[in-house]
């Protein structure tokens, strides 16, 4: 009977926030699940100004990140299971302070994320970013409540994370002539072997400024999911080290885009990559290991006596099955070490993935919805989620690298169609956005890039589909201040402010 009064007593004085006018969940974003107001017992009103008591309790109410924010005019009390909830909880206060200052409204709020893999993906590759720059997005995302920042940190035209085993890796592969003058052009690209007299550009991160954004990434419940690419797009892992190319591969000249891949059929390669993602596993101790796996062409591995002769040994009926042989070795490495692994969506149609690698789908999300009967996805299809598409009209946009994907696009994407079996959508473990960055030399751009489009994502990510695309304008428009105040960049909404 107790008990029953004071949950008549607790509904009484809950009141849903919209019959006050005001809605203060719409000053936050990503919007929580639930918002109330509650009316002050003794019936006095918030004072403004008034200092009040920051209490925390451990409590199991709201999941893995959940939070439950409860403000009244004497105390906030921030009730978690977990430290990324408590962080959450500050987040969404800072939020409601930004906008009502110290004259907070009596609410109390209930809130978690949908999904687990709250996502952006940056490409360091094709253009690099400084350690100073990298921790301003992280901040940022962890502000908003994302959680994974996959770090693209291997590619063609640039190698950026130093391996004390193979030094040349950074010494050579991550310089390249200078033409940041220029219109980005992949075949242009010239990484110079000997001395070179012309000006260089690049640039990596040495382990010690690695471990200090993981450091950096953990205080903010961010965890940085290094990717090394392979075994396509490594033109300048073979600059450094030509022997990882095929036999008869001119490699200054083949391996540019199309034509980049190492050879497989060497064990020394595979060597290679298990002695690079060791020290990349001790870097990073507690994220999962992206192996890259996409965009493979096989035709320097059937011009290759060394691939040839893996083929007819392993009896591998093509070269996609020997693909899928190379790249088994390495995951089996890695599930050794008892690491999650990720890998773009290729790898399921080698057969390869399973409960402990994640498929990461960029092409078509079906595709996703398939392997999501097998083990564990994260959606980013480029129709959606690629935001090195123009989300403008070409003429009135920086050079972008085509497409169209405006805020209104991102927000259509529903990463649980119906239909989708209950096993399926467990598996699937969430979305990211991918900044590729051939066309964006600054973070100032990359940013541009990201923001408003960033938005979308989060509302999705944290409730797990897209809902009322006006709110989310309304909201959006509400949050462009803090932006400015994080001087963070950002596309005008509908191109003006
Ligand atoms: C990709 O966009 N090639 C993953
Ligand atoms: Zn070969």
């Known amino acids: ?130 350690v100073g720059e990298i921790k301003k997005l992280i901040a940022t995302m962890a502000f908003y409540k994302l959680n994974r920042l996959h770090f693209h940190l291997t590619d063609g035209p640039g190698w950026r994370i130093e391996i004390k085993k193979y030094p040349r890796l950074t010494q050579v592969g991550a310089w390249r002539v200078d033409k940041t003058d220029q219109a980005w052009n992949w075949r242009a690209t010239e990484i110079p072997l000997g001395e070179e007299s012309r000006k260089l550009y690049g640039g990596f991160y040495t382990q010690e400024e690695i471990r200090e954004l993981v450091r950096f990434a953990e205080e903010r419940h961010v965890t940085i999911v290094p990717e090394i690419e392979m075994p396509g797009h490594s033109f300048a892992a073979m600059m450094a080290y ?52 996409d965009e493979v062409w096989h035709q320097c591995w059937l011009d290759c006596p060394d691939c040839r002769a893996r083929m007819k040994r392993e009896n591998l009926k093509d070269s996609e099955a020997l693909q899928t042989a190379f790249m088994r070795d390495i995951i ?50 480029g129709e959606w989620l690629y935001f090195d598409m123009y989300q403008g009209k070409p003429g009135s946009e920086p050079l972008a690298i085509g497409g169209f994907i405006p805020l209104e696009k991102v927000y259509t994407f529903n990463p649980f169609p119906p239909n989708l079996s209950e096993k399926a959508r467990k598996n699937i473990l969430g979305i990211q956005a991918n900044l590729w960055t051939e066309y964006m030399t600054t973070m100032e751009h990359v940013e541009y890039m990201l923001f408003p489009r960033a938005f979308a994502l989060i509302d999705i990510a944290w409730h797990g589909k897209p809902r009322d695309f006006n709110r989310l304008h309304e909201q959006i428009r509400l949050q462009l201040p803090t932006l400015k105040a994080l001087k963070c960049n950002f596309r005008p909404l509908d191109g003006k402010e």
């Open 332 to 381: 089996a490495f890695l599930k050794k070490q008892k690491r999650e692994i990720v890998a773009w969506d290729e790898i399921f149609e080698g057969g390869l993935s399973d409960a402990q690698v994640a498929t990461m789908v960029w092409r078509a999300p079906e595709l996703g919805y398939r392997a999501a009967e097998q083990g564990p996805v994260v959606l980013c299809p």
């Open 1 to 130: 009977m107790k008990t029953f009064s004071a949950l008549c007593l607790v509904l009484a004085l809950s009141v849903p926030a919209m019959l006050f006018g005001d809605e203060p969940g719409k000053y936050i974003l990503p919007e929580p699940q639930k918002v109330e107001f509650i009316a002050e017992a003794s019936g006095k009103a918030t004072p403004a100004g008034t200092p009040r008591t920051l209490r925390f309790v451990e409590d199991k109410c709201c999941g893995d990140e959940g939070y439950r924010l409860e403000i009244t005019a004497e105390d906030i009390v921030i009730s978690h299971a977990t430290e990324a909830g408590k962080f959450y909880a500050f987040m969404s206060l800072h939020q409601l302070r930004r906008h009502y200052g110290e004259a907070l409204p009596a609410l109390r709020i209930e809130d978690a994320p949908a999904l687990r893999w709250r996502g952006l993906h940056l490409d360091v590759s094709r253009h690099f970013f400084s």
């Open 242 to 293: 030509p022997e990882l190319a095929c036999s008869g591969n001119n490699v200054p000249v083949d391996g540019l885009r199309g034509k980049d891949m190492v050879c497989v059929g060497k064990a020394a390669t595979t060597q290679f990559f298990i002695d690079v993602l060791s020290e990349v596993a001790d870097l990073f101790p507690h994220s999962p290991i992206h192996v890259g796996g």
